[in-house]
């Protein structure tokens, strides 16, 4: 935590931070899925988001030791097939636009790189150095490719230098869904400027703070993810760093995210700066990123959302309706942690991932099972949709559930039900 006797300090700047946006209370972590002999140990801790009026950079304050977060990682993107082709196209792009000199004399690095799904498409185009760099260990061990050498480590500094003296300076760093996590931005960003020679281009996609704004996203908030980048708040922390960023497009393929492309002042790439980026950055100078008072708000309409949807459920509950969650992820047990949910309200949790099931969900301790559930004899009234993202495919995936009389309830952006026959607003149940 960036807290001291003198106050909270953000994260990018160091300034003092004086703009709470949520408190979420004491909470357990979001992704502290448990068997009910953890019961008694569970840990809690604070969840606080600060807005900075000094740079614009909106950030979780209550930081949570990295090793306790990544002790159990079971995310492996290889496995899922639009990721494999986006990161394959994702390769191609990048390579043409920027690596002019032979490819066999290029080097790459990517930090946070998982199981090598982009790493992979790297090599295939026959770049001369292709490094990775990761600290879950159990992860970066299935790349298992004599092409890539692997530094099984946190990226930082320290790691830079030890690149650089092992490989020298590269002409690319990639990070992906990875810039929102680290815990200290400032050693991270210095390590991107140092391993990289002055023409490098450093290119990162992350999740987009506009998404969170619009869709009331706030389950997105918990200690994994510590940083909600808009463009405004990314341009003023690079320039820190004597960096820029020179262009920024979303991301197709991973809704709600965008790919910012950065190099040093003074390089060649400074000279081209595209129009996207001062498009954007007017459009959320409109939308008012860069004033507390948009935060504000946001935390006023999360908290409304929440009292419409408590007072749904307590309505249901006390005429007698049963109901369930659906999709035990991180972001169900922010929202479960923040309305107060618990069993009194839902009887179980339904998630397909075979890895979940039999555990309970943090804090609230719902038991999880898979969706077949919901076409057991006993199909609950309500099903409350956590994953409320994936909407049309959980709709297709209970279809019977829903034609046999099921009412699914979406808690987000706006509370609603929807049955077999349409949606109803709250107001009609
Ligand atoms: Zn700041």
Redesign the pocket.
Known sequence: MQSSKHGLR?A????KLHTKVMDFGEVALAGGFLSPNGFQKETFYPLRLFY?E??Y?LQVVDKVDAAELFQDYFYFSSSINTLKNHFKNYATEVVSRFLKKPLNDAKVLEFGCNDGVLLRPLADLKIGTVIGVDPAANVVKTINDPRIKIVNSFFNLATAKEVISQFGKVDMVIANNVYAHISDMQDVTWAIHEVLNEEGVFIFEVHYLGKMMDELQYDMIYHEHLYYHSLLSLKKHFERYRMLIFDVEPVSTHAGSMRYYVCKEGSENANNLTQAVQTLANEEIERGYNRKETFLNFSTQVNNTKLELMALIDRLKDSGKSIVGYGASGRANTLIQYCGLGQQHLDYVVDDAPIKQGFYTPNSHLLIRPSTALESRNPPDYVLIFAWSFLEEIMLRSSTYLRNGGKFIIPLPKVKIISAIGEQGVDQI
Do not use: H, R, T, Y
């Open positions: 953000c990018f700047c160091n300034a900075c000094q740079c950079g």
